[in-house]
């Protein structure tokens, strides 16, 4: 994960800074690489850590079915060559990274119009809080408006509050920590949007017998970089003397350094100095501890297709990893009915590998909150990050079907149930009322 690219275009970045363009990836290109066995993923290692010209996607550990790499076209050859010598099978998905982000369509949300929110292309920070801001505005009787923290640079991290009343168990929904994930935040903004809107009976329910704390863009920051700027860009954006930025999914007071991650600043995994040294992940864990006791807590990432459960630093089945196991398995099952698409669920550090100080991890241990997943959305490596937009809404479609069936499931295995405070008031006035009449 360490984007190494990152250090040889550092030039280029300041450059474009400095004339207010987007650095372009114009001919860099994505490779699938398909290691067919240990010793294939030993030499996809070694090329990670002694060649800084390629920007690995995703990392070759030893579950890896497939390996991202992005590679600038002066060092294309190069690759191609070295897969070629070691017999590893690859193809090129993307020959040219920037003909993608030039696909990319990003519309405009115009306020009060809430029917200017598509699903066929992104938005950028100012509009998704505009568009939140509406949606509290036109269900103001269940949606309230909040901010869960701030970031490096003074932005608000903002977040919507569905309830239908008091005393209900608390669903908690956090997206776009990574930055260059583009399809989390979208993904977040469905939820939302289906929660008020749908007509769906299951969807219904899921809005009126839950308190959903929903948080489209937990790095703002990151992500105005990553349109303004840099669209690879995955952390915060606090200076380090020429570097920038901690990855907020590291930095989190939960092992924080103990494996996957990185002291050093130019680093895509750096762990920060501290944790919870950064204002983003210090106000978001103080936000999500007051809520109060949350029953479940979904984390969205991209990509790979992945349902992953805590925790980062074993394999270890912790806690209740066997029913989460469980309903998770079973949720992917509701998740590829409507598209086929294919989700494997699994321990964080067994299925993709081991890295300390996510939320996730966090939140399991210090809040024991008993239902906890972290999302790796759309797709298997094909796009990566650069998922198409004709992607957004099926990717979407899917996932809200997995939530749903996540809450079906939860409730089987016993969790989620034992009715709501408010529900449980409601039952014994109707029962007083029932002994009174009789009386
Ligand atoms: O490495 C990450 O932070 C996540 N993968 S990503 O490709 N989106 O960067 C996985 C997070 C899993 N959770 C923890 N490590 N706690
Ligand atoms: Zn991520």
């Avoid at 399809?183 to 809107?197: K, P």
């Avoid at 529900?423 to 029962?431: A, D, T, Y």
Wanted: proline share 5%; net charge negative; aromatic share 12%.
């Amino acid at each position: 994960m360490a984007n190494r690219v990152l250090l040889s275009l550092t030039l280029f970045i300041s450059l474009t800074s400095v004339l207010c363009e987007p650095f372009r990836f114009d001919n860099f290109s994505l490779f699938k690489v398909v290691p067919d066995d240990a010793h294939h993923i030993k030499l996809l290692q070694d090329l990670q850590n002694s060649d800084i010209n390629y920007d690995f996607w995703t990392d070759p550990v030893p579950s890896a079915e497939f390996v991202s790499i992005m590679t600038s076209p002066m060092n294309k050859v190069a690759l191609e060559h070295f897969l070629s010598l070691h017999g590893i099978k690859y193809e090129i998905t993307m020959p040219n990274i920037q003909e993608a982000i030039d696909k990319e369509t990003i519309k405009t949300y115009t306020r009060n119009n809430l029917r200017s929110m598509s699903w066929d292309a992104y938005y950028n920070l100012s509009d998704i809080n505009i568009w939140m801001a509406d949606m509290a505005r036109t269900y103001p009787d269940v949606v309230t408006e909040f901010v869960a923290g701030v970031s490096y640079e003074h932005r608000q991290i903002k977040g919507l509050k569905i309830s239908h009343g008091p005393g209900r168990k608390i669903i908690f929904v956090e997206a776009g920590m990574h930055s260059r994930e583009w399809i989390t935040m979208s993904t977040a903004c469905y939820i939302i949007n289906e929660l008020l809107t749908s007509t769906d009976n299951d969807t219904m329910a899921a809005a009126r017998d839950f308190d959903w704390y929903i948080i489209p863009v937990a790095n703002p920051d990151g992500y105005v970089w990553t349109h303004t700027d840099f669209r690879m860009w995955r952390k915060n954006r606090r200076p380090f003397g020429t570097n920038f930025g901690v990855d907020l999914n590291r930095n989190w007071n939960n092992n924080w350094l103990v494996s996957g991650a990185s002291t050093n600043p130019a680093s895509d995994i750096y762990a920060g100095p501290g944790p919870f040294s950064e204002p983003e992940t210090r106000s978001l864990s103080s936000f999500i501890r007051s809520v109060g006791d949350i029953d479940m807590y979904l984390s969205f990432h991209s990509f790979s297709q992945l349902l992953l459960i805590p925790f980062g630093n074993t394999t270890e089945p912790v806690g209740n990893y066997h029913d989460t196991l469980n309903i998770g398995r079973r949720a992917m099952g509701a998740l590829s009915v409507r598209y086929g698409t294919q989700y494997v669920t699994g321990n964080i550090a067994e299925a993709i590998y081991q890295a300390t100080g996510g939320s996730v991890d966090w939140v399991k241990e210090h809040l024991q909150v008993p239902i906890v997943y972290c999302y790796e959305l759309r797709d298997r490596g094909q796009f990566g990050f650069l998922l198409p937009t004709d992607q957004i809404l099926p990717n979407n479609e899917e996932a809200m079907d997995s939530v749903i069936d996540l809450i079906h499931q939860a409730r089987r295995f016993g969790y989620l149930s034992g009715g709501s405070v408010g529900l449980q008031v409601s039952f014994i006035l109707m029962l007083v009322g029932v002994l009174a009449s009789l009386w």
